[in-house]
């Protein structure tokens, strides 16, 4: 369940921002580019970046897809995933540029752009 209140919000953003600067990339790292990565492959790479256990939840909405998220962990799929991608960090220009001279389909690792 997504937290309610203005403290608890604050803290979901923050944590969101969080894990959309340092999950994508160690997921690429780890595993190759892709647009879905595996429960395990998930929770690997959030201990080993040591980041908060209470945001699996919002990495498993940004990575599994739809159907699976939702079968084991409920009906808050679409909200986190927007607050992941909402959260991903803005590129310079010229990063923007070169990830679209490569013919790549996203700039970040699980098809967001």
Same mark, same amino acid.
Not at 10 to 16: E, G, I, L, P, Y
């Given at each position: @369940? +997504?937290?309610?209140? &203005? &403290? ?6 923050? @944590?969101?921002?969080? #894990?959309?600067? $340092?999950? *994508?990339?160690?997921?690429?790292? /780890?595993?190759?580019? =892709?647009?879905?990565? %595996? /429960?395990?492959?998930? %929770?690997?790479? +959030?201990?080993?970046?040591?980041? !908060? ?11 599994? *897809?739809?159907?699976? &998220?939702? $079968?084991?962990? =409920?009906?808050? #799929? ?7 991608? /909402?959260?991903?960090?803005?590129? !310079?220009? $010229? ?12 700039? #970040? !690792?699980?098809? &967001?752009?």
């Amino acid at each position: @369940m +997504v937290p309610a209140g &203005f &403290f608890a919000k604050f803290k979901m953003r923050r @944590m969101a921002r969080r #894990y959309a600067t $340092q999950l *994508p990339r160690l997921l690429m790292q /780890d595993y190759g580019g =892709g647009e879905i990565y %595996t /429960d395990a492959q998930i %929770t690997a790479c +959030v201990r080993r970046a040591k980041l !908060p256990k209470a945001g699996l939840r919002l990495a498993r909405a940004a990575y599994l *897809p739809e159907p699976e &998220f939702t $079968q084991k962990y =409920g009906a808050d #799929y679409a909200l986190l995933h927007q607050l992941f991608e /909402d959260s991903l960090p803005s590129l !310079p220009a $010229q990063e923007i540029g070169n990830a679209a001279d490569s013919n790549n389909a996203s700039i #970040y !690792p699980g098809g &967001f752009s």
